[in-house]
Nanobody, 116 residues
Framework: VPVVESGGGSVQAGGSLRLSCVASVETYASVCMGWFRRPPGGKRERVVTIQRDGTADYVPSVKGRFTISQGDAKNTLYLQMDSLATEDTATYYC???????????WGQGTEVSVSS
């Protein structure tokens, strides 16, 4: 599903950012969604996903610091990132995808840089 991410930037450690994502989703049956990131020189990794039952599943490194939410419009997704650390530096991507197949397409992402 085509998406457009925004909200990235440069912050100091301990700071906050809010990422936004708008998706061109026409139907919402069996759609999962989430945020992923690719650190510099690293592989893309999962950050948090909303499962079919609506529950959010965070990776341990961001639990308690990041919060995923949906806007009033189901095709809008947010990621509130607090207490940012240098290891959170990455390009962040959102994805809307078939829950059974996982993400297959990616947007351009939005860059987050956290300095010490």
């Amino acid at each position: 599903v085509p998406v457009v991410e925004s909200g990235g930037g440069s912050v100091q450690a301990g700071g906050s950012l809010r990422l936004s994502c708008v998706a061109s989703v026409e139907t919402y049956a069996s759609v999962c969604m989430g945020w992923f990131r690719r650190p510099p020189g690293g592989k893309r990794e999962r950050v948090v996903t909303i499962q079919r039952d609506g529950t959010a599943d965070y990776v341990p490194s961001v639990k308690g610091r990041f919060t995923i939410s949906q806007g009033d419009a189901k095709n809008t997704l947010y990621l509130q990132m607090d207490s940012l650390a240098t290891e959170d530096t990455a390009t962040y991507y959102c994805a809307y995808y078939d829950c059974d197949t996982g993400p297959t397409t990616w947007g351009q992402g939005t860059e987050v840089s956290v300095s010490s």
